[in-house]
């Protein structure tokens, strides 16, 4: 088997219903604690649920659903699980 | 039920558990939408009232908690994810989790996020507070197949972990005695270093990776993961937060909110009004007039007092019915969605997405669009809100442009009226982007991160309680205002300034009230409406603008107001002498300035309580100015057309 890279894309760009892991979010320090609040901690699996109206994106983190607004959705870089 | 020898360790009886402050008071902590305005609702029933945070317009619940070992003072603070305050609501929080003036927290565990809810407990076992926990929601982390175990959480944690449920009571008289036993004898958590208030903490994200490491071995201890799959919520979610179907049904919402405040709160104003007006200022004349009390006596009490406790009655059904739809909205866990469906739109005024639902409530009625802005999180947008609230056009000026309108444009009323309500919306875009880059300068629109709940029925006794307390609140404090401010136009249409009339018994043009607008109309004649009986009823419109047709009428002495043709034809002959043959343009600029000129005094009684006076007079004063100029605008180009 050849070796596989691993693939890194934005949170943003996450197609509904797949899954990866929170790797890095690139925002000032307030937001990225904000974040880790929530559970998008790095390392965390979390599954895309959809794109709401207004360009949010709903994931979800263990059993908790999160909106986050798009711009932000797109400083957040996942690993595809 | 608990006997009096179960009242904790030292054998006290029932009564209050005394600390150094008198009354021990215990904080209620946890995450928004975790059940703990329920929770707080239960355990304190209709012993509460709203008061503001210390220095701040952050309205809290504060209650008494009856234990069956004693009574308690409650406080129910603002749902939080952290106590790193991102919001003034949030620092409020943080701030009374380190008051030590507070003996105990109950922190709010949400069984279906638990390790967010864990780790708020930890940041408030770090503050050193003493803590018991309420875990709550288990019956939907059941649903889900996650059921944390309450005993092994408590093991793990070193404090009382109490299953309790504020829907149906179960677990309140167990937290009770938790919470009566952990003040004689205080639980603290293990496992997590006690801050001292002074301590700097450097690296914030190390800070509170050490947390997160807690919180991961406790949750490991006592909940058993499994996938989470999709719920009947993420399928509602799918339809309602749809791009294309999501804004028509939140249009649908802010629609049925809407008709909720025209057509089921007015025939209830009407029916009070008629009621306050009819039997009870018949009933009120005539036993003054039984013990032979003298006219103006009783011209005071029905015109000046009963009047004004009218208004304010008739206010109450439509209050009741605004906090009940925003507080059943509210806890269906749909307004988190709103926030995410209208959240890019309202992005261009600095403010989040929940700011549109107070304002589209406005269009009915302002003041209790007012109260609506209580759902945004941030202090400084409930403040941006609640100052733009006033340029909603409510229902009330509706009926001053209808008389204009069909009065002096007979074929195109409709449009015109129309035009008045894209001159709103256009005013409040305006005068929110000229905030945002002046006073509000510090309000920056917020990264939207926030947590989806489950959607749930709401729960009625809780519903009524909060509505209960929050008119209550209402009633007293701006009712005072209200009254006392119709009480006081009485006294200034009751004095006689000239003619030797009188007391209580003057023609309008010859009292004080009369003298006023005789000195404010010149100030009227830019607009082109530079007449005293004009001038009159926007005086009288600050009190409310439903009385300035009223006040119009009054000042032509016509005895029928609802004669509208009559009084439209007499304004229409004052309208064109006054604008030197440009009706038109001066009933346009006189629509367009009692759109925006000033609130009412209710809606000013209501900033006033919510921001304080500086900003509501600022405000007032920034308003009026921009409506005279606006009116002046209106009345010299139109005329030239």
């Known amino acids: 088997m050849p070796y596989v890279y691993p693939e890194f894309m934005l949170l943003s760009a996450l197609a509904p219903g797949s899954s990866a892991h929170v790797r890095t979010v690139s925002t000032e320090s307030g937001v990225v604690l904000r974040l880790r609040e929530m559970g998008l901690r790095p390392g965390a699996l979390i599954r895309m649920t959809g794109r709401a109206s207004g360009g949010s994106r709903i994931v979800t983190v263990g059993a908790a659903r999160i909106a986050i607004d798009g711009t932000t959705a797109a400083l957040i870089e996942v690993e595809a699980a | ?74 406080v129910d603070l603002p749902g939080t994810y952290s106590l790193i305050a991102r919001s003034p609501d949030e620092q409020v929080a943080a701030d009374a989790v380190s008051d030590p003036a507070h003996d105990l927290a109950v922190v709010v565990l949400d069984a279906t996020a638990l390790s967010r809810s864990l780790y708020l407990l930890g940041q408030v076992a770090r503050a050193g507070r003493p803590i018991v926990a309420a875990l709550t929601m288990i019956d939907l982390a059941e649903a889900r197949g996650l059921a944390p175990d309450a005993d092994a959480l408590s093991r793990a ?59 991961e071995a406790v949750g490991d201890a006592a909940v058993a993961a499994s996938a989470p799959h999709a719920t009947f919520t993420d399928r509602l979610d799918r339809i309602l937060l749809n791009p294309w179907v999501g804004p028509a049904a939140f249009l649908a919402v802010v629609w049925g909110v809407f008709q909720l405040t025209t057509v089921v709160a007015s025939p209830l104003m009407d029916g009070v009004a008629r009621v306050v007006q009819g039997p009870i200022a018949g009933w009120v004349s005539s036993a003054l007039g039984a013990i032979g009390a003298p006219t103006w006596l009783e011209s005071f009490a029905v015109g000046g007092v009963l009047a004004g406790v009218g208004t304010v009655l008739s206010f109450i059904p439509l209050m009741a019915i605004m906090f009940a739809a925003v507080s059943a909205l509210e806890s269906t866990g749909y307004l988190a969605r709103v926030a995410v469906v209208a959240d890019r739109a309202m992005r261009t005024l600095g403010l989040d997405g929940r700011a549109m639902l ?16 209580a759902v945004l999180p941030h202090a400084r947008q409930r403040l941006l809100t609640g100052l733009l609230v006033p340029l909603t056009s409510c229902t009330a000026r509706l009926a001053v442009y209808l008389l204009l309108a069909h009065t002096f444009f007979p074929g195109s009323a409709g449009t015109v009226v129309f035009a008045m309500y894209v001159a709103s919306v256009a005013l409040v875009i305006g005068w929110g982007l000229i905030a945002r880059h002046t006073v509000l300068r510090d309000i920056t629109p917020e990264p939207l991160i926030i947590a989806l709940p489950d959607y749930q029925w709401p729960h009625l006794r809780t519903l009524g309680r909060s509505v209960w307390t929050r008119v209550a609140s209402f009633t007293r404090k701006a009712g005072t205002v209200i009254v006392v401010a119709v009480m006081a136009l009485w006294v200034l249409q009751a004095i006689p300034v000239r003619g030797g009339h009188d007391i209580a018994d003057v023609p309008v043009a010859d009292s004080a009230y009369g003298a006023v607008a005789q000195g404010a109309a010149p100030a009227l004649a830019p607009m082109g409406l530079n007449d005293w009986r004009i001038a009159a009823s926007l005086v009288a419109g600050i009190a409310a603008k439903e009385v300035v047709i009223g006040a119009l009428a009054q ?22 002498r006054t604008s030197g043959g440009a009706p038109g343009a001066a009933a346009l600029a006189l629509m367009v300035f009692v759109l925006s000129y000033l609130p009412c005094l209710a809606t000013l009684a209501e900033q006033r309580r919510l921001f304080g006076w500086r900003w509501t007079a600022a405000a007032a004063g920034a308003q009026f100015a921009g409506a005279y100029g606006l009116a002046i605008l209106v009345f010299q180009v139109g005329r030239l057309l």
């Not at chain 2, 902590?29 to 012993?47: H, I």
């Not at chain 2, 109490?162 to 677990?171: H, L, T, V, Y």
């Open chain 2, 157 to 215: 944690l070193g404090v009382p972990v109490i299953e309790a449920n504020g829907r149906n009571g179960r677990g309140l008289t167990a937290l009770g005695e938790a919470v009566t036993d952990a003040l004689t004898s205080p639980s603290f958590v293990t496992g997590v270093t006690v801050r001292r208030r002074e301590e700097v903490i450097r690296d914030r994200l190390s800070d509170a990776q050490e947390l997160f490491d807690w919180v």
């Open chain 2, 1 to 74: 039920m608990s006997s009096q020898g179960d009242c904790h360790a030292t054998g006290a009886s029932r009564g209050r558990i005394a600390t150094v402050e008198g009354i021990a008071s215990v904080l209620l902590v946890g995450n928004p939408n975790v059940g703990k305005s329920t929770l707080f609702n239960a355990l304190t029933k209709a012993r509460q009232h709203v008061v503001n945070a210390p220095g701040t317009t952050v309205a809290l619940a504060e209650g008494t908690w009856r234990t069956d070992c004693a009574d308690v003072t409650l």
């Open chain 2, 555 to 576: 000042s032509y002495a016509i005895d029928d107001a609802g004669d509208e043709a009559t009084l439209g034809e007499q304004v229409r002959a004052t309208v064109e």
């Open chain 2, 358 to 373: 107070p304002l589209i409530v406005g269009f009915g009625c302002n003041v209790p669009a007012l109260s609506a802005t």
